[in-house]
């Protein structure tokens, strides 16, 4: 079956590293999307890339590093310069050119920095 | 994108019908009406979307005012499995999408 994976649904980090969060989908989609969500608050999008070797920054970019070196992949870094990491990150992927149902979302991964 | 805005809470009773609102007054005219639920801890879930027409699927109807600035979703028989977050996002197909507050709704017995 065809989706979006996230891994690992919990990461826990100590203050001060980076850490990288994958997303891989195998839905031949275009474009993919990370955003962040912190408790009881709606989702803020943070990168998102709509062709291989490029991307754009979102609203709460600062802090976070992306790659898209492949269509299925597009890992992001949550780098020491982020002054709160701790949330749940959603990755989402998209096709561009066809008039169809928007985002297909993975199940998140809870980062969690100590 | 457009913003929207949607009540921050609704209840509704077991398997009764479940209609949310959301305004989104600045659409423009390639602008779709997509409409998501988040349960807890999962990533949001599609449900429905729509350009103009009112839409039907499985889960939901979808209907817009004639001049496009604002929509209903129709949940027919909600379920206590119903219970989420529903987020109203208007873009335009294929472009990143802006999610608001949404509408928590709680489903009760």
């Known amino acids: 079956d065809g989706g979006i994976t996230q891994s690992p649904k919990y990461l826990f980090r100590k203050e001060g590293q980076n850490v990288t969060l994958s997303c891989e989908q195998n839905?031949?989609?275009?474009?993919m999307y990370w955003y962040r969500q912190d408790p009881g608050q709606g989702l803020r999008l943070i990168y998102y890339?709509?062709?291989?070797?490029?991307?754009q920054k979102g609203d709460i970019a600062e802090g976070y590093s992306v790659s898209r070196e492949k269509k299925e992949s597009f890992p992001l870094t949550v780098t020491s310069a982020q002054k709160n990491p701790t949330a749940f990150y959603l990755c989402a992927s998209s096709v561009i050119r066809e008039k169809r149902n928007g985002y297909t979302f993975g199940s998140g991964t809870r980062l969690t920095v100590v | 994108d457009a913003k929207t805005t949607q009540p921050t809470s609704m209840d509704c009773a077991e398997g009764r019908a479940a209609n949310l609102p959301c305004n989104h007054s600045t659409i423009s005219g390639n602008e779709y009406v997509y409409w998501y639920r988040q349960i807890h801890s999962q990533g949001p879930q599609y449900i429905i979307h729509g350009l103009k027409n009112n839409e039907t699927n499985e889960m939901a109807s979808l209907i817009i005012t004639e001049d496009r600035k604002s929509s209903t979703l129709i949940l027919p028989h909600a379920t206590l499995r119903d219970t989420a977050v529903y987020y109203c996002?208007?873009?335009?197909?294929?472009?990143?999408?802006?999610f608001g507050g949404g509408t928590r709704v709680l489903v009760k017995p």
């Open positions: 996002i208007v873009g335009a197909a294929g472009n990143k999408l802006t």
């Open positions: 890339s709509q062709i291989v070797n490029d991307f």
């Open positions: 839905l031949n989609h275009d474009a």
